[in-house]
């Protein structure tokens, strides 16, 4: 069995290590990164924030379970020399050996000492990930939102960090719970922001674009007038940050 972590420990500790450089407010994501793959312990020699940043580039509608699968058959050496050497520097080859064996999965009566590694090397990945799933989808929440925000306030990780994250069965169900954290004002001007690198939308593309993450529309786009030929980004945008803040004010206010 090998080390499980705790999402909102990690959260916890991106809080600790923001606010020992004297940032409480805002948290750098990149830094929140960082921290999550420092706190990876050495008996887990997979790496959770590579299946994090595979599992980024699925399908919506892709079971995680497969997706586990899948990263593990493609983390099985396939040279003889690659084998050997994690032989020689995994410090628990022996035991992956051993244990593939034991429950039986690798059958003994048709040996082959180079698929028995095979076996065990997808054995190791496999658990791995499975035994730190909440971990890894955790770094996945960060590594998603990472592209629209800079920073994230200690009540967001925290919520990130308190999300169950063994009880979604596939991708768009877990962006559904990353997302609903987010303040919809907020991740609608994060998304049109991003549009920005674009020339033009229509406006069905950005309404599609906020569709996919869970939005329906209501907070912002709809207080814009439905245009049907293509407009500049950053004239969107530049209505967009109007509505945002004429919101934000009217929220103070109340």
């Given at each position: 069995?090998?080390?499980?972590?705790?999402?909102?420990?990690?959260?916890?500790?991106?809080?600790?290590?923001?606010?020992?450089?004297?940032?409480?407010?805002?948290?750098?994501?990149?830094?929140?990164?960082?921290?999550?793959?420092?706190?990876q312990p050495r008996s887990v020699e997979t790496s959770?924030?590579?299946?994090?940043?595979?599992?980024?580039?699925?399908?919506?509608?892709?079971?995680?379970?497969?997706?586990?699968?899948?990263?593990?058959?493609?983390?099985?050496?396939?040279?003889?020399?690659?084998?050997?050497?994690?032989?020689?520097?995994?410090?628990?080859?022996?035991?992956?050996?051993?244990?593939?064996?034991?429950?039986?999965?690798?059958?003994?009566?048709?040996?082959?000492?180079?698929?028995?590694?095979?076996?065990?090397?997808?054995?190791?990945?496999?658990?791995?990930?499975?035994?730190?799933?909440?971990?890894?989808?955790?770094?996945?929440?960060?590594?998603?939102?990472?592209?629209?925000?800079?920073?994230?306030?200690?009540?967001?990780?925290?919520?990130?960090?308190?999300?169950?994250?063994?009880?979604?069965?596939?991708?768009?169900?877990?962006?559904?719970?990353?997302?609903?954290?987010?303040?919809?004002?907020?991740?609608?001007?994060?998304?049109?922001?991003?549009?920005?690198?674009?020339?033009?939308?229509?406006?069905?593309?950005?309404?599609?674009?906020?569709?996919?993450?869970?939005?329906?529309?209501?907070?912002?786009?709809?207080?814009?007038?439905?245009?049907?030929?293509?407009?500049?980004?950053?004239?969107?945008?530049?209505?967009?940050?109007?509505?945002?803040?004429?919101?934000?004010?009217?929220?103070?206010?109340?």
């Amino acid at each position: 069995m090998t080390n499980k972590l705790n999402p909102s420990a990690l959260a916890t500790a991106i809080i600790a290590a923001a606010e020992n450089n004297g940032d409480a407010t805002v948290l750098d994501l990149t830094h929140a990164l960082e921290v999550v793959a420092n706190l990876q312990p050495r008996s887990v020699e997979t790496s959770l924030s590579d299946f994090a940043a595979e599992l980024g580039d699925a399908t919506p509608d892709t079971y995680i379970s497969d997706a586990i699968s899948q990263f593990a058959d493609n983390a099985v050496d396939i040279y003889n020399y690659n084998l050997t050497t994690w032989l020689y520097k995994s410090n628990s080859a022996p035991e992956w050996m051993e244990r593939v064996v034991n429950e039986g999965l690798y059958p003994v009566d048709a040996y082959s000492f180079y698929d028995h590694t095979r076996a065990a090397q997808y054995c190791q990945c496999d658990t791995e990930i499975r035994d730190n799933l909440s971990a890894a989808l955790f770094h996945y929440a960060l590594l998603r939102l990472a592209p629209l925000y800079q920073g994230l306030t200690r009540e967001t990780i925290e919520a990130l960090g308190d999300i169950d994250y063994d009880s979604f069965e596939t991708i768009e169900e877990l962006n559904r719970a990353i997302d609903s954290v987010i303040d919809p004002y907020w991740l609608e001007l994060a998304l049109i922001k991003c549009v920005c690198f674009c020339q033009c939308w229509t406006y069905s593309e950005i309404a599609a674009l906020l569709r996919s993450y869970g939005l329906p529309g209501r907070n912002v786009l709809d207080q814009l007038p439905p245009w049907e030929e293509s407009r500049a980004a950053s004239t969107v945008l530049a209505e967009i940050m109007n509505i945002t803040a004429a919101a934000r004010n009217t929220e103070k206010e109340e």
